[in-house]
């Protein structure tokens, strides 16, 4: 009786949660066209979804299965390269600009799911700091083989190249027709991508993400995941294959964020692989630990607020990422210090029952 | 950085001053402006007409409807954070300096607010959004490439005239009427040093250590090996290096060593130059080091022992031991004001400001006017005028948005730089 | 002969490694914590050392002590103010923290010294020339192994022999009994973080000796290759971190030489792959098979 009214509530909040995106959607959208939103804000308008999307999708694999990722930028970088890829190679083939989107977004979900799978099988045998420190390395190498990346386009189709020992050291190389176009430059990246990623794409991929995650938490797939969580061993006794839940909640988190990233890719004029590095990596990695872990709710707004607070704070210039920095750590410290944690619950008092996990 | 505005603001007014007194003092010529139009408006003002309306624009002539009024709005695009965060803050400098000495002159009148974007793209292209919410109608920017590729595809969609001081690939300015640079273009640079290494008969035997993973060093790579082959310079050795191994370049120095080359081409930035020649030097290695532009501001490098790159060339526009009244104003006035000596990147922003200056006054563009109109102004004008600055005399445009000037060889003999 | 010289470079490169993973694996041993500002105060300890050699004009070794010192009294502080309040809270808050630590370390030297790179000279130059000048290392290498060498000694020495060694063994393996048994946990952490930071001082130095410029953003690269380095070699071991160090900057040396110049860090990544799916905790780490 109580665990069912509970699963109600939760899905009710699940409910609540898409029409709060879908209302922050209309009521944005209606206050661009009367005039109220201003260029910087419009313009962050993309970025957040694809932030948001990375978050939560990071929150997949940190807090439902509990495995530190840091390289998780890497994701986003093979999505954000084979969308655009995608798009560019079908530029001629398919005008329309909002199916080439979704087609590089596909495109980018499945490569990144690929590579997620192929990272995970020899990865997952690991635990804590160790598995943190191999998907940071992958994250390098992911960065390292992109920009080694040559991709032109003739009539012959698509050409590749990869330029490991200083054998290629210009689209010239790849020996293509006169006339070929080149779609990524090595390490110059992409440079002339077209502008695909719209604001109302953004949110379509926020509301697959969320139904996605949440569906999959809430699953038998999703209940293995956090078990194995909580205690592999007690997961493994009732026969949990722990290798199978861990690659699927790897995997179905690589290919959000090739997705997040293909949104991402498409929204520049220019894509470059040493953009997806390391510190790309942490910075969505705070917007999950800041949201709380295992919040998909906490991620959104944690992504929202660390995306527009250093733009926010650009009136205090060469100060701003000082006092960024400055923000963050008091934050960590007001949300995880017991004392401090106390005092605020004394001010703010906390609605019961509000159940840290979802 | 509080303290150097505060100087900033101070040390313009001394400015004006001066030039007030100048003018009761009835004199012709105060300042030291950059440009010929800007020459004239000073001397207009000097003379004590109605602040330099008159101003003259158009140096080819075209000065047919050549009155420019009002205030104008710039905005600046850099990284003055992050790893490139020398080459953003060198821009900015300038480009305030140019700025107020422009506003001190009377005539027309620039507001100058610079924005951070790390060298990011994303950042860019956000920095540029709150630069138009600001109310920007020109901008001076992006320092960086990649930043500079995404921010000018935005700006030809908003028709917002966009003239970068140091963004060198052609990618920047590819297809887009409205964007316009002052530095040279990276295969330009590389098809100019393999001529001078030839005509010159430098050397036979070339070694080529560039960044392969920056759109800057691989572009003047790309042409320069181009450009070598034609003129039968043989390239023994081509070492790369990235952004996270910019650090130690020993492998890179005894393979070029161990292939005798005679002299050492590097397309890239001072910082790992340095690194480079100190570490040769460590080594024992002395072959010709050949730089480019991104060279310049080697010997500005705190601490760096100059004797490190006795006898090193360098193709660059601008050299800071010039012996002419501009570059000197330029230079001691960048000195005062910030402690440094300026480098290439500071003397292109420099420029670009009297740039916009001339191209403002050559269209007759009014303070009033929107972004666009200025934006179809300016690229109809800036084929036609011709700007002296401390990056080269007679500075012209082509409509694809490159500038032709003279590059000029230096080689560094007792830390500073020799015409060879 | 050639090979011979880029082994010695790796080796020396490693040196540096070792010494900053040394720091690294102490704080992670005790306090159970990625400390990502380590990278950050090695870049405090060059600039400390740069500006005693050249704007206060100090004998090398006193910069190098005084930078020590500001090093150390900076690691206490940041454990102090940042660490210490989040003892018990989940060590994915204490790693942001961290993270928020070195970005403030950044920005507040990029608004203290500015963004201009400096030169640092070396503390010692010169080179030694072997077998009739075919092989030449230079001292600053010589230094950098020696100086690796003996502290990664007297370290071994101090956390085996000394009081507040013991103590430090003590609370890495299990911090509860320890303080039940009166050992001053917070005293033992605090004094790890002086001695990690310290460490980080004379890396700072050493490796801006090898590799002379010196910005904001120096000591990053060579932190992550540290923490590479130290999960190599087994984390919260120091052998282990003596080893990861040098077995890295011998393979990263080797690899620029031989396979690729450009792609020299992915070679070492997927070393440390390798390594860590055969043996997954290390090559020296301590594999504690789970208790049911």
Do not use: D
């Given at each position: 009786m109580k665990k069912g009214k509970k699963i109600n509530g939760a899905v009710l909040k699940d409910y609540l949660t898409y029409a709060a995106v879908v209302l922050a959607f209309i009521v944005i959208t209606v206050l661009d066209q009367q005039g109220f939103i201003n260029n910087s804000t419009r313009g962050l308008l993309v970025p957040i979804c694809c932030y948001i999307v990375m978050a939560v999708s990071l929150n997949l694999t940190v807090g439902i299965l509990g495995e530190l990722n840091l390289g998780h930028a890497g994701f986003m970088s093979v999505g954000a390269f084979s969308g655009v890829v995608a798009s560019l190679s079908l530029a001629d083939a398919i005008p329309s600009p909002v199916l080439r989107l979704v087609i590089a977004m596909v495109v980018g979900a499945a490569f990144a799911a690929v590579v997620g799978l192929l990272i995970g099988l020899p990865v997952l045998r690991l635990k804590g700091d160790y598995l943190a420190i191999v998907t940071l390395a992958f994250g390098e190498i992911l960065k390292e083989v992109i920009n080694a990346l040559y991709v032109g386009q003739d009539s012959?189709?698509?050409?590749?190249?990869?330029?490991?020992?200083?054998?290629?050291?210009s689209i010239n190389d790849l020996h293509m027709e006169e006339g070929a176009k080149a779609i990524i430059k090595g390490a110059q990246g992409v440079t002339g991508n077209e502008k695909l990623a719209t604001f109302g794409a953004g949110i379509v991929l926020i509301l697959i993400t969320l139904f996605i995650v949440m569906n999959l938490v809430r699953s038998r797939s999703g209940r293995a995941i956090m078990a194995i969580r909580d205690n592999r061993i007690a997961a493994e006794s009732v026969g949990i294959n722990v290798t199978k839940y861990k690659l699927m909640a790897f995997a179905v988190s690589a290919a959000l964020a090739g997705a997040a990233g293909a949104l991402y890719g498409s929204n520049y004029a220019s894509v470059k692989a040493s953009t997806f590095d390391f510190n790309q990596s942490i910075l969505i990695l705070m917007f999950g630990v800041l949201g709380g872990l295992g919040n998909i709710r906490g991620s959104i707004i944690a992504a929202i607020v660390l995306t527009i607070l250093p733009e926010a704070l650009r009136s205090f210039e060469d100060l701003r990422m000082l006092i960024y920095a400055i923000v963050l750590i008091l934050v960590m410290i007001a949300t995880n210090n017991p004392r401090v944690k106390t005092l605020l619950g004394c001010i703010i008092p906390r609605k019961k029952g509000s159940s840290a996990n979802e | 950085m509080k303290k150097n505005r505060i100087l900033a603001v101070l040390l313009s007014m001394c400015m004006a001053m001066t030039l007030l007194a100048a003018c009761s003092g009835g004199s012709d010529e105060t300042q030291a402006p950059a440009t010929d139009a800007a020459t004239e408006a000073a001397t207009e003002a000097a003379e004590g007409t109605e602040a330099a309306t008159e101003a003259a624009g158009g140096d080819e002539g075209t000065g047919t409807a050549s009155t420019a009024s009002g205030t104008f709005k710039i905005g600046g695009i850099g990284p003055m954070t992050g790893d490139a965060a020398i080459y953003g803050t060198a821009v900015m400098n300038a480009a305030q300096i140019a700025v107020d000495e422009i506003n001190a002159m009377g005539g027309i009148q620039f507001e100058f607010q610079p924005e951070d974007d790390e060298g990011d793209v994303e950042r860019s292209v956000n920095a540029y959004n709150t630069l138009k919410d600001w109310g920007m109608q020109l901008l001076l920017g992006t320092v960086t490439t990649d930043p500079a590729i995404s921010v000018s595809a935005e700006a030809y969609n908003d028709r917002m005239f966009m003239l970068t001081p140091s963004a060198s690939s052609l990618d920047v300015i590819d297809g887009k009427d409205n964007v316009f640079q002052v530095c040279f273009t990276d295969p330009n640079q590389g098809s100019a040093s393999a001529q001078y290494i030839a005509e010159n008969n430098l050397a036979t035997q070339i070694a080529v250590i560039y960044r392969n993973d920056d759109a800057y060093s691989t572009g003047i790579y790309n042409t320069f090996a181009e450009e070598a082959a034609n003129l039968g310079l043989e390239i023994v050795y081509t070492g790369t290096f990235t952004a996270d191994t910019a650090t130690d370049f020993s492998v890179q120095l005894t393979d070029a060593q161990a292939s005798g080359a005679e002299l050492v081409f590097l397309p890239i930035y001072y910082t790992p130059a340095a690194v480079i020649l100190t570490q040769a030097n460590t080594m024992g290695y002395e072959p010709i080091f050949f730089g480019v532009d991104g060279m310049d501001g080697i010997l500005t490098a705190e601490n760096f022992d100059p004797a490190l790159a006795e006898g090193v060339m360098l193709l660059t526009p601008f050299s800071a031991d010039a012996e002419d009244e501009l570059t000197q104003h330029f230079v001691s006035e960048y000195q005062s004001r910030y402690g440094e000596t300026p480098n290439q990147f500071a003397a292109d922003a420099y420029d670009a400001v009297y740039i916009l200056k001339a191209a403002l006054e050559a269209a007759g563009c009014t303070g009033d006017m929107s972004a666009e109109e200025i934006c179809e102004a300016l690229v109809a004008v800036m084929p036609t005028i011709s700007v002296d600055g401390v990056t080269g005399e007679g500075m012209v445009w082509s409509e694809t948005g490159e500038v032709n000037k003279a590059p000029m060889a230096v080689i560094i003999e007792n830390g500073v730089y020799v015409t060879p | 002969m050639v090979f011979l010289s880029y082994l010695i470079s790796g080796l020396s490169l490693g040196s540096v490694y070792a010494i900053i993973a040394l720091g690294y694996t102490m704080v992670y041993g005790i306090a159970k914590m990625l400390n990502f500002a380590h990278g950050d105060v090695i870049m405090v300890g060059g600039y400390i050392c740069f500006i005693a050699t050249t704007n206060l004009g100090l004998p090398?070794?006193?910069?190098?002590?005084?930078?020590?010192?500001?090093?150390?009294?900076?690691?206490?502080?940041?454990?102090?103010?940042?660490?210490?309040?989040?003892?018990?809270?989940?060590?994915?808050?204490?790693?942001?923290?961290?993270?928020?630590?070195?970005?403030?370390?950044?920005?507040?030297?990029?608004?203290?010294?500015?963004?201009?790179?400096?030169?640092?000279?070396?503390v010692v130059t010169g080179t030694l020339k072997l077998f009739g000048g075919q092989l030449t290392i230079s001292y600053v290498s010589l230094l950098t192994i020696a100086a690796c060498v003996i502290i990664m000694v007297g370290l071994t020495l101090y956390i085996n022999k000394s009081k507040m060694g013991k103590a430090m063994r003590a609370v890495s393996e299990d911090k509860g009994a320890a303080q039940l048994m009166g050992i001053n946990v917070n005293r033992t952490i605090s004094t790890t973080f002086a001695i990690g930071s310290a460490l980080a001082a004379v890396a700072?130095?050493?490796?801006?000796?090898?590799?002379?410029?010196?910005?904001?953003?120096?000591?990053?690269?060579?932190?992550?290759?540290?923490?590479?380095?130290?999960?190599?070699?087994?984390?919260?071991?120091?052998?282990?971190?003596?080893?990861?160090?040098?077995?890295?900057?011998?393979?990263?040396?080797?690899?620029?030489?031989?396979?690729?110049?450009?792609?020299?860090?992915?070679?070492?990544?997927?070393?440390?792959?390798?390594?860590?799916?055969?043996?997954?905790a290390g090559l020296l780490g301590k594999y504690v098979p789970e208790k049911v």
């Open positions: 012959a189709g698509l050409h590749f190249g990869f330029n490991f020992r200083n054998n290629i050291s | - | 090398v070794w006193l910069a190098v002590i005084l930078s020590m010192a500001v090093c150390t009294v900076l690691g206490v502080v940041i454990e102090g103010l940042a660490y210490k309040p989040l003892r018990q809270a989940p060590s994915l808050a204490v790693l942001i923290t961290a993270i928020g630590v070195s970005y403030f370390l950044q920005n507040a030297a990029l608004l203290l010294w500015g963004a201009n790179p400096k030169m640092f000279s070396p700072g130095v050493l490796y801006c000796s090898f590799s002379p410029m010196l910005m904001p953003t120096t000591g990053s690269m060579p932190g992550i290759k540290a923490f590479t380095a130290a999960v190599f070699g087994g984390i919260g071991s120091i052998p282990g971190a003596f080893l990861g160090g040098l077995l890295l900057g011998i393979i990263e040396s080797l690899a620029k030489a031989y396979i690729s110049t450009s792609m020299a860090n992915s070679i070492v990544f997927a070393v440390l792959i390798i390594v860590l799916v055969v043996k997954p």
